[in-house]
C-alpha cells in the first residue's frame, strides 16, 4: 500500500480510524489474523493520536472492539505469530 502525502487530519482521521477498525473486524470474523493484526495496529496508532473530543465520535461498538476484546487475542502477552516457513 502506498503512503500518502498529506496525513489526515480532522474528520478525514476520524473516518479513517472507523475505517481501519471495521477492516480489521472484517478480517477477524474471516478468521485472517495476521491482516488483523496489521491493520488493528495501523488503527490503533491513528487512534492515539485523536484528542478527546475526536475519541468520543468514534461510535462505542468500534472502540470497545479496538481497545477490549481485540486486545484480549492481540495483546503483548499472547504467544507472537511465527513465521509462515515450516522447520522440517
Given amino acids: 500500500?502506498?503512503?500518502?502525502?498529506?496525513?489526515?487530519?480532522?474528520?478525514?482521521?476520524?473516518?479513517?480510524?472507523?475505517?481501519?477498525?471495521?477492516?480489521?473486524?472484517?478480517?477477524?470474523?474471516?478468521?485472517?489474523?495476521?491482516?488483523?493484526?496489521g491493520e488493528r495496529d495501523r488503527a490503533i496508532f491513528l487512534y492515539n493520536t485523536l484528542s478527546k473530543e475526536q475519541k468520543d465520535q468514534i461510535p462505542q461498538v468500534l472502540r470497545v472492539w479496538l481497545r477490549y476484546r481485540s486486545e484480549k487475542y492481540f495483546g503483548a502477552h499472547r504467544t507472537p505469530p511465527k513465521s509462515a516457513r515450516k522447520s522440517k
Fill in 1 to 37: 500500500m502506498a503512503k500518502q502525502d498529506a496525513p489526515f487530519t480532522g474528520v478525514a482521521l476520524i473516518k479513517e480510524v472507523c475505517r481501519r477498525i471495521r477492516v480489521a473486524r472484517s478480517y477477524w470474523d474471516a478468521h485472517n489474523n495476521a491482516a488483523c493484526r
